[in-house]
Nanobody, 126 residues
Framework: VLLVESGGGSVQAGGSLRLSCAVS????????VGWFRQAPGKEREFVSA????????NYADPVEGRFTISRDNAKNTVYLQRNSREPEDPAIYYC????????????????????WGQGPQVTVSS
C-alpha cells in the first residue's frame, strides 16, 4: 500500500490550501484515514481523521472550524482543506491509513495507523 500526499508548498498568508492523499495498492474504502502534522522541533500531532465511508470525522481543537477533511473513494483520495490560517499551521503534513473498521478516539494517535505517506511540505510565507 502506498500513500502519496500532494498539494503542499509555500502558501501566501490568507491563501487557501488543499492537500490530497492518494492511495494505491488497495482501495481506499478499506481504510480510516488520518492527517497529522509535524512542525520543526515539535512532535507529530493529530489534525483530522475520516471514517471509511466518510460519514464520521474528527478534528483536533486547533483546526476545528478551519480545516475540512473529505474523501472521494471513487478516486481513491482523501482531502484536507484549510479555509483560514493560524501561525502554527506551517508543518510537514502526513496522511496515514488505518485498517480498523471504525473511526474512534484512538485515531488521534499515530500508533493507530498501519501505513504512512512521506508528507508534502506546507509552509506559509510572511
Amino acid at each position: 500500500v502506498l500513500l502519496v500526499e500532494s498539494g503542499g508548498g509555500s502558501v501566501q498568508a490568507g491563501g487557501s490550501l488543499r492537500l490530497s492523499c492518494a492511495v494505491s495498492g488497495r482501495t481506499i474504502s478499506s481504510y480510516t484515514v488520518g492527517w497529522f502534522r509535524q512542525a520543526p522541533g515539535k512532535e507529530r500531532e493529530f489534525v483530522s481523521a475520516i471514517s471509511r465511508g466518510g460519514g464520521n470525522t474528527n478534528y483536533a481543537d486547533p483546526v476545528e472550524g478551519r480545516f475540512t477533511i473529505s474523501r472521494d473513494n471513487a478516486k481513491n483520495t482523501v482531502y484536507l482543506q484549510r479555509n483560514s490560517r493560524e501561525p502554527e499551521d506551517p508543518a510537514i503534513y502526513y496522511c496515514a491509513a488505518d485498517l480498523s473498521l471504525l473511526l474512534t478516539t484512538e485515531n488521534r494517535e499515530p500508533r493507530a495507523y498501519d501505513y504512512w505517506g512521506q508528507g508534502p511540505q506546507v509552509t506559509v510565507s510572511s
